[in-house]
Every structure is written in structure tokens, then in C-alpha cells.
């Protein structure tokens, strides 16, 4: 299966190719600028992502990777959508009902195969899980001023940091 030609799949697959080749640093040549550095046109995680599975399984190309990344990203969000869902409506069936529909309806794939670059495809799936870990944070924060619950908000606010980071990581164009 190939994408359709207005799909920019293959854009990050030469990029992911071009970081194996030659690393994180130096100039892109292959642009419509001229050189670019490389860190202007993507973040690290998708082509690192890419990169070490091309490394696990050599037998299987880049470009069918980007293509397994993308369905495996689309269930990552619905399963993030339905888990927020669930939490803000505190009702499971609203959850399993927003988390289906979110994976079933076909502006994702749409967008996904044919419209969007798969670092865009990739964020968007991490939306949902890091508005889920902000909002365990915000509930969890106790009024009392103590070392404890100090650290408590600390330990609670941590995975809603690491994954705004992945975040901006992932999408940084």
C-alpha cells in the first residue's frame, strides 16, 4: 500500500534516511532552500524512532515503518481520548464510546495516509495523554503546604511534563 501523492510519508522517510546516514547535525542538501540544517525541518523522535527499528528489523525499509507508525499512532490517541473522555465525564461508557468513534472515524486516516507528515501524526497522538496527565495533576493538588504533598504535585506533574516535552520533541517544525 502506498500513500496518496499529496501524502509527505516520504519526506520523513528521507529525512529519517538522511539522520541514519549522517547523523542528528550538518546541513539538509536536498532542500528547496538550498542547505538547511537539519534541525530547522524535524524533531528527533520520529527519525530516532524510525532509526531503531530500521536497526532491530534491517530486513523491513523506512518507508514501511512510517507506514506501521501511523495506525499505531491513530490507536494511541483514541486510547488517549478515550481514557480523557472517560476521566473528565467519570462514566466508562462515554470513554469506550469517544475512544471507538475517535479511531473509527476516517478524518484521522484521512488525514494520517494522505494529508499530514507523520512528526504531525505522531503529536497529535500525544495530545490527548498529555492533557490526561496535566489534569491528574491539577486534581491531585493538595492545599497543604507540607514536604509531602510537595512532592506528591512534583511526582504527579512529572509525566505531564515529560510528555509536553515529547511533544514539542516530536513536532518542532
Known sequence: MYPAQ????????????????????????YWYLGTTPFNYLT???????????HKLFPGISLFDFSLFLIPTSLFLASTGWGFFAWYLSKNRGVGIFAGVLTFLFPWHWISGLALSELSAVVASSLVPWVLFAFMQTQNSNVKSQ????????????????????????????
Not at 499529496?6 to 542538501?29: K, M
Request: hydrophobic share 45%; glycine share 10%; proline share 8%.
Open 6 to 29: 499529496t501524502s509527505l510519508i516520504p519526506i520523513t522517510v528521507s529525512l529519517a534516511r538522511f539522520v541514519e546516514n549522517n547523523g542528528f547535525g550538518g546541513t539538509y542538501p
Open 43 to 53: 524533531g528527533p523522535v520520529v527519525p530516532g524512532v524510525l532509526i531503531n527499528l
Open 146 to 173: 507540607n514536604y509531602n504533598s510537595k512532592l506528591k504535585t512534583f511526582k504527579n506533574l512529572l509525566p505531564a511534563t515529560f510528555l509536553f516535552g515529547l511533544l514539542l520533541l516530536t513536532n518542532v517544525v
